[in-house]
C-alpha cells in the first residue's frame, strides 16, 4: 500500500524524516517494503499484516505512527455544510439481510457538477497508485485511501424507486458491473438492488447502469459495513479482487462507516462538487458491544520474560486508543477502540506492549529446565546410514517433486487400473504436469534421468529416500503402514489420509566411476546395481537376502528380481522391493541414450529385517584348501540353485563358495552355461586330510549331477 | 713376492672401485677371488715358497683376501643403492596427473541443510518429529486457528485433494500432532516437504521444504524465543551474525515476529541479495495461540511455547549462493555433484549461550 510521506504528515505534523519513520514503524510491525522518492516527496509502499485492517488507510497508519512515536494526532475533517431538503424524503434504505449487513448510511448529493476534481486531490490519487475518473469519483477514492472506508457514488435519478434494498441475490439474477462484464450472482451473494434488480455486488463493484457520469444530477453515496467472510466469498466466486472487496474481506469496522461518509461529503461540499442533503438515511441494525479485555501485567511479563512496569503498559495501551481503567487485584480492565477488532484476548495486549516496548529490548534467554530427552526414530537413523552407505557406492542423493501424472506413469507402463485405484489426486491441479502424488520413486527418477539425458548428461547414478503416496485401501487400518510418520490413529479423519511408505529408489544410467586417464569404466548394469543393493542390505545389517527372478511393468521382463528376505519371525517370506534393467520401451519415452537399471526397496521392510547386533565370528584355526569346480547346466538353472545344491552336499566342510566365471560360448552345448566356483574347505575342528577333502569335492559334484543334470569338468 | 701382493691389492682395489654394476663387481670378485682368482692361485703356489717364508706370505695373503673382500661388499652396497636409485628413476611418476578417485555419491543441499539443523536443535534438546504430507484440513488449518471459509486462508494457495483433505502447506501442522499425543515439555523440530499452488520461479516452487519447531512448557518466554534463535542463527550462519526480530502476524502464534539476520552476502552494508537493507527476512515465529494450545488438551494459564517455521530452500539458497530455488528440484547431476564436500554440521562448532 503506497502512501505519501506529506499526507501523513498531514495528521502527525511532527513526524521525523522519512526513512527514519520507516525503520521504527518496521521494527513496530508495520512494515515498509519500500521507500522512493526524497525528502517531502517520499512514498512508503507498507506491507500490512492480514490481521490489522485498520491500518489500510493514511490515516489508520497515521494513528499508529503518533501512538509509536507519542505524537498528537489531527484528525480529518468531518464536519458536514448540509444544506436543503433532508435526505430522508428523498431516498430510502433498507436492510434485509442483516446478517451480513452490519450498517448502510446513504448521503444525498444534489446539484452535482461533475467535472474534474482538483490538482492537490489527483496529485494524492497518482502518488498512492490510483487514475482520476471524476470529481465524485475521485472523492470517493480519496476517502478510502484517506480514512480506509469504501465508498460508492450511485446516480440517484438511475436508482429504480429511489430504494435502496440490501438482500441476497435473488435466483437467476445478474448484473453488468462498471467494468463491463456481466456477472451471475449465486443466492448467497450479497447485492445492492433498487426497487427492480441489482445495481451492485455488494462490497465488490457497483453496477454499470447506475454508474455516475456527467449527466448525474444527483448522488446517492454508500458508506456500509459488509461481513467480511461474505465479501470475500462472493469476490472469490466471481474472480474480482478489488480495493473495496480486500478490504471488506479483512473485517472493518461500522463506525468508519459514519468517518467516511461525513468525511466523503465534507470533501464534495469543500470542492464544490455538489450540495450535501440534509441528515442521512442510517440503517444500523447490527451495532456492536464494547470489547473489554483483562490485563494482568503479572503474566505479561510472565510470558514474555521482562520487567516491564505496569505504568508503561498502560502508557502504551493508551496511546493505541485502548482504555485501560484499574479492576480488582493487580489487574485492568481495558476497553478495546473499535478499529481494533483483532484484539479480543489478553495476549493480543501483550503483543502491543511487546511491540511498542520493542522485541529488540526483550532479553534473550534460553529455556529454563533440563531439555526433555530427544527421542531418536529409527526409521529416520536408517534411513541417514542407507544415504551414507549409497554414497560410498558413488550414487549421489535427489531431491524431486512428489507429484506426477497418468501420462508419466503410462511412459513408465505401469497399469492404468492400478493408478487409478492408488494414486491420491489433487482436485486443484496446477498444471497438467503435476496432478497426483507419486504412487513408486521410479517416475521421479526417471525424470531426473529423463532430464540430464536431455542436457547430455548420460552417465547419473542417484538415490533419493522419500515417501510415495497411496491411497488407503480397505485392508490398510489407519496409522498400521509401517513408516508412516506420526499419526494419531483413531482420531478423527485418520482414514480419509493415504499411506505415505518412505523407499529408497536407485537408479544408474551409464557409467558411475569418472572416467580416469588410467583406467576406462564401463557402463553400469544389473549386476552393478545388484551390487550396490547387496552391499546396502549387508550394511544396514539385513543378512540372507534373496533375489528372485520376477515381473514388472516397467523392467526388462529378463532383468528383473523381487528382493526377498525372512519375514518377521512367522517364517513367511516378505518382498522388501525389487530392482531390473529398464524396459527398453520405457527408455525410448523417457530419451534415454544408455540402459539404465532401477531399484526401489521399502525402508520399513528393510527395519523389520535387521539384525540389530551382528556378533563376531572367531577366526578360523585350521588351514582351508580351495578347489575349484566347473560345471555345464542349463541355460535356465539359477545360480542360486546350484549354490545351494554344492552348499547341502559339502557335508558341513564347505566354508566359501565363489562363483568366479560364467561363460555361454562355443565350447558349451547349445542352450547350456558354463560356471566355474573356487570351493574353500574347511573344518574348524582340525586340519582336514586330502581323503576328506576329495570325498567332499566329490560328493558335491555327485549331487550336482544327480540334482540340477550337471555336467562337472575338473 | 711381498711386491706382488702389494700390486694385487692395489690392482683389486682400483678395479672394484671401476665397477658400476653387480655384474662387473662379480666379475672382479671370480679374477681376484675365484678358482682361478689372483690371490686363490697364490695362496695354493705357496708350497713352492721356501718353507720359512711361508707363515709370513700366508698371512699377507689371508689379509689381501679379507680386504679385497671387504672393498667388494662395500662397493656391492654402493652399487646396489645406485642401481636401486636408477630403477626407482625410471618408476618416476608426473604426481600432477590427476587421481583415479573411488566413486562417490553427493549429499542434496537440502538435505544437508536438515542434518545440520537437526544437529543445531538437537544439542539444544529438540527432537525429530515427522508428519503427513497429505493432511487433514482440521490439522493444516483449523487447530492453528484458521477457521474454514475464512479470508486468512487467501495468504496461502492450498492444494486440495478433497474437502477434507489438503497437501499442507507447513510442517506447523505436525506441532499440533505432536503435542495432542503427549504433556509437556516437549521440544521438536519438523523437516518436511510443504505444498502451495505457486507456478515455478526463480522464488517459487509448488513443491518446498519447511522446518518448524516448538518448545513447551511451563515459563517458556519470548525472551527464550529470542535466545533459542539467535543460537541458532549464529550457529548456521557463522559467530558474527546479528538478529533482529520485527513484530508480525500468523494466526497460530499471539505475540509474533518475523526474524532477521544480518545479510550473509555483505554482513550489513547492504547489496542485492538483501535489496540494500543489510538484514536478510529468515523466519517466522512466535508465542502458540492460546487457541492452539486449548486445541491439543493444554491449559494456556499452565503453558506456553515458542513455535517457529522457516524455509529450508531458501537458507541453502542464501548458505550456498544458489539463486534460483528450481535448481533444487532439478537434480541436474552438474549442480547436485557440487556437493561432494562434508557437511558443516559434521564439525563441532563452538557455541556461545545467550
Ligand atoms: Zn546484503
Redesign the pocket.
Known amino acids: 500500500m503506497l502512501v505519501p510521506y506529506e499526507w501523513l504528515k498531514e495528521f502527525v505534523p511532527g513526524l521525523p524524516p522519512a526513512d527514519e519513520v520507516a525503520r521504527v514503524l518496521t521494527m513496530a510491525g508495520v512494515a515498509v517494503e519500500a521507500l522512493t522518492g526524497e525528502g517531502e516527496d517520499a512514498v512508503f509502499d507498507f506491507e500490512i499484516t492480514h490481521n490489522r485492517p485498520d491500518l489500510l488507510s493514511v490515516f489508520g497508519i497515521a494513528r499508529e505512527a503518533a501512538a509509536v512515536f507519542s505524537l498528537p494526532l489531527r484528525h480529518p475533517e468531518l464536519a458536514v455544510p448540509e444544506e436543503g431538503d433532508a435526505a430522508e424524503g428523498m431516498a430510502s434504505v433498507e436492510i434485509a439481510a442483516p446478517d451480513l449487513c452490519r450498517r448502510y448510511i446513504a448521503r444525498i448529493v444534489t446539484d452535482v457538477k461533475i467535472g474534474p476534481s482538483p490538482g492537490w486531490m489527483q496529485a494524492r490519487l497518482a502518488s498512492s497508485g490510483v487514475r482520476s475518473i471524476n470529481n465524485i469519483v475521485d472523492v470517493t477514492n480519496y476517502v478510502m485511501l484517506e480514512v480506509g472506508q469504501p465508498l460508492h457514488a450511485f446516480d440517484l435519478d438511475l436508482v429504480g424507486g429511489r430504494r435502496i434494498v440490501v438482500r441476497r441475490a435473488a435466483p437467476g439474477e445478474s448484473i453488468t458491473t462498471i467494468d463491463g462484464e456481466e456477472r451471475r450472482l449465486s443466492e448467497d451473494m450479497l447485492v445492492i438492488a433498487d426497487a427492480d434488480r441489482p445495481v451492485a455486488v455488494a462490497g465488490v463493484m457497483g453496477g454499470l447502469e447506475t454508474e455516475v457520469s456527467e449527466r448525474t444530477k444527483a448522488v446517492l453515496l454508500e458508506s456500509a459495513n459488509f461481513d467480511g467472510v461474505s465479501v470475500w466469498r462472493t469476490s472469490r466466486a466471481l474472480r474480482m479482487r478489488t480495493e473495496a472487496s480486500s478490504r471488506f474481506s479483512r473485517g472493518l469496522w461500522p463506525e468508519n462507516a459514519r468517518i467516511g461518509v461525513d468525511r466523503a461529503a465534507a470533501l464534495i461540499a469543500a470542492i464544490g462538487a455538489g450540495k450535501i442533503a440534509r441528515g442521512m438515511l442510517d440503517a444500523y441494525p447490527g451495532r456492536e458491544a464494547p470489547v473489554y479485555v483483562t490485563l494482568r501485567p503479572r503474566r505479561v511479563n510472565h510470558l514474555l520474560g521482562t520487567d516491564i512496569p505496569a505504568e508503561e503498559m498502560k502508557d502504551i495501551l493508551m496511546r493505541l486508543g485502548f482504555i485501560v481503567e484499574p479492576q480488582d487485584g493487580d489487574s485492568y480492565r481495558v476497553l478495546v477502540p473499535d478499529h481494533r477488532r483483532d484484539v479480543s484476548r489478553e495476549e493480543d495486549l501483550v503483543e502491543e506492549i511487546a511491540r511498542l516496548h520493542g522485541y529488540d529490548r526483550i532479553e534473550p534467554t534460553l529455556p529454563k529446565g533440563a531439555p526433555p530427552e530427544v527421542r531418536l526414530d529409527p526409521a529416520r537413523q536408517l534411513a541417514l546410514r542407507a544415504g551414507e552407505i549409497l554414497r560410498a557406492c558413488g550414487l549421489s542423493e535427489v531431491e524431486t517433486i512428489t507429484f506426477t501424472n497418468l501420462e508419466a506413469c503410462r511412459e513408465l507402463r505401469l497399469p492404468e487400473d492400478e493408478v487409478e485405484r492408488r494414486a491420491v489426486k489433487i482436485s486443484n491441479p496446477l498444471s497438467s504436469d503435476y496432478t497426483m502424488m507419486r504412487t513408486t520413486l521410479l517416475t521421479s527418477l526417471l525424470d531426473v534421468l529423463k532430464r540430464n539425458a536431455a542436457r547430455r548428461g548420460d552417465d547419473v547414478a542417484i538415490y533419493e529416500i522419500a515417501r510415495v503416496y497411496l491411497r488407503r485401501e480397505r485392508e490398510d487400518a489407519p496409522g498400521s503402514a509401517r513408516g508412516d510418520g506420526l499419526r494419531s490413529s483413531g482420531s478423527a479423519g485418520e482414514d480419509l489420509l493415504p499411506c505415505e511408505p518412505t523407499k529408497i529408489g536407485l537408479a544408474v544410467m551409464g557409467r558411475i566411476a569418472e572416467p580416469s586417464w588410467e583406467r576406462r569404466a564401463a557402463d553400469a548394469g544389473f549386476f552393478d546395481l545388484k551390487g550396490i543393493v547387496e552391499t546396502l542390505l549387508e550394511g544396514l545389517g539385513v543378512r540372507g537376502a534373496r533375489f528372485v527372478a520376477a515381473i514388472h511393468p516397467s523392467l526388462h521382463p529378463g532383468r528383473t528380481a523381487r528382493v526377498v528376505v525372512a519375514g518377521d519371525g512367522d517364517g513367511s517370506d516378505a518382498d522388501i522391493g525389487f530392482l531390473g534393467e529398464l524396459h527398453p520401451d520405457v527408455r525410448e519415452a523417457f530419451g534415454l541414450r544408455k540402459r539404465a537399471c532401477v531399484a526401489e526397496l521399502d525402508l520399513a521392510g528393510i527395519l523389520a529385517a535387521r539384525e540389530p547386533v551382528r556378533r563376531v565370528k572367531p577366526l578360523a584355526r585350521f588351514p582351508a584348501v580351495t578347489r575349484d569346480m566347473a560345471i555345464v547346466v542349463r541355460r535356465d538353472v539359477p545360480s542360486s540353485e546350484v549354490r545351494d545344491v554344492m552348499a547341502a552336499a559339502g557335508t558341513g566342510l564347505v566354508e566359501d563358495l565363489r562363483l568366479f566365471d560364467v561363460y555361454e560360448g562355443p565350447q558349451v552345448p547349445e542352450g547350456h552355461k558354463s560356471l566355474a566356483f573356487s570351493i574353500t574347505y574347511r573344518s574348524p575342528e582340525r586340519t582336514l586330510t586330502d581323503e576328506e577333502v576329495e570325498k567332499a569335492h566329490r560328493a558335491i559334484s555327485t549331487a550336482l549331477t544327480e540334482k540340477l543334470g550337471a555336467t562337472v569338468r575338473e | 713376492m711381498r711386491d706382488d701382493i702389494e700390486k694385487i691389492i692395489s690392482r683389486a682395489a682400483a678395479e672394484v672401485s671401476a665397477a658400476s654394476s653387480l655384474a662387473e663387481l662379480d666379475e672382479v670378485r671370480v679374477r681376484y677371488l675365484g678358482k682361478k682368482g689372483k690371490i686363490t692361485t697364490a695362496l695354493r703356489s705357496l708350497g713352492t715358497c721356501p718353507p720359512e717364508e711361508r707363515p709370513v706370505l700366508g698371512k699377507l695373503l689371508n689379509e689381501a683376501r679379507e680386504s679385497v673382500e671387504a672393498m667388494l661388499t662395500r662397493r656391492r652396497d654402493e652399487v646396489a643403492a645406485l642401481e636401486r636409485a636408477k630403477a626407482l628413476e625410471a618408476e618416476r611418476v608426473d604426481v600432477t596427473l590427476p587421481g583415479t578417485r573411488p566413486p562417490v555419491g553427493a549429499r542434496h543441499p537440502i538435505r544437508m541443510v536438515y542434518e545440520e539443523l537437526e544437529e543445531i536443535f538437537g544439542r539444544m534438546g529438540f527432537e525429530v518429529a515427522e508428519g503427513p504430507d497429505v493432511e487433514l484440513d482440521y490439522y493444516n488449518f483449523e487447530a492453528l486457528n484458521v477457521p474454514k471459509n475464512h479470508p486468512s486462508r487467501d495468504i496461502q494457495d492450498t492444494f486440495y485433494v478433497s474437502d477434507e483433505v489438503v497437501l499442507r502447506t507447513h510442517t506447523t501442522c505436525v506441532d499440533v500432532r505432536v503435542m495432542k499425543g503427549r504433556k509437556p515439555p516437549i521440544r521438536a523440530i519438523i523437516p518436511g516437504k510443504v505444498y502451495r499452488s505457486d507456478a515455478s520461479d526463480p522464488s517459487h516452487l509448488p513443491v518446498f521444504h519447511q522446518l518448524d519447531g516448538f518448545a513447551v512448557d511451563e515459563g517458556i518466554t519470548f525472551g527464550d524465543l529470542k535466545g533459542t534463535l539467535a543460537r541458532f542463527a549464529r550457529e548456521f550462519f557463522g559467530a558474527g551474525t546479528k538478529v533482529r526480530f520485527r513484530p508480525s502476524y500468523f494466526p497460530f502464534t499471539e505475540p509474533s515476529a518475523e526474524m532477521d539476520v544480518s545479510?550473509v552476502?555483505?554482513h550489513g552494508?547492504?547489496?542485492r541479495?538483501?535489496k540494500n537493507t543489510?538484514w536478510l527476512e529468515i523466519l517466522g515465529s512466535g508465542l502458540f495461540h492460546p487457541k492452539v494450545l486449548e486445541a491439543v488438551g493444554y491449559d494456556p494459564e499452565k503453558v506456553s511455547g515458542l513455535a517457529f517455521g522457516m524455509g529450508a530452500d531458501r537458507i541453502a539458497m542464501l548458505k550456498y549462493g544458489i539463486e534460483d530455488i528450481r535448481l533444487l528440484a532439478e537434480n541436474d547431476m552438474r549442480f547436485n555433484r557440487q556437493f561432494l564436500h562434508i557437511n558443516p554440521a559434521h564439525i563441532l562448532h563452538t557455541s556461545r549461550e545467550g
Open positions: 545479510c552476502i555483505c552494508r547492504g547489496c541479495v538483501c543489510g
